[in-house]
């Protein structure tokens, strides 16, 4: 049993940058594969990014790639998007999600996932 815990989210100007954080209980978080995923008002959960449990893979949507960074840091439990340059269409609830997996195992699709966090808000103003 995983639970995470998503912090980082809040309001920022178009341009500007967050670093949303999934701390994720349990000793086996290391063997999880992890994606972050996001819905906007009136729309459905998109995928965002995702990382291998090893970290040797990471693939990400069309919308965020050069602008968004997925990372882990298995020692502290600990999962991270870095979103630099945002956009007013990046405006979602940001979920992270993880599933245990193989070494390079990345998810793009939310059924994929078994554990998911509560979300934060990320607003990016115009």
């Known amino acids: 049993q995983v639970q995470l815990v998503e912090s980082g989210g809040g309001l920022v100007q178009a341009g500007g940058s967050l670093r949303l954080s999934c701390a994720a209980s349990g000793r086996m978080f290391s063997s999880y594969a992890m994606g972050w995923f996001r819905r906007a008002p009136g729309k459905e959960r998109e995928f965002v990014a995702a990382i291998s449990w090893s970290a040797g893979s990471t693939s990400y949507a069309d919308s965020v790639k050069g602008r968004f960074t997925i990372s882990r840091d298995n020692a502290k439990n600990t999962g991270y998007l870095q979103m630099n340059s945002l956009k007013p269409e990046d405006t979602a609830v940001y979920y992270c999600?993880?599933?245990?997996?193989?070494?390079?195992?990345?998810?793009?699709?939310?059924?994929?996932?078994?554990?998911w966090g509560q979300g934060t808000q990320v607003t990016v103003s115009a």
């Open positions: 999600a993880a599933r245990r997996s193989g070494t390079y195992f990345v998810g793009m699709s939310d059924w994929l996932y078994d554990y």
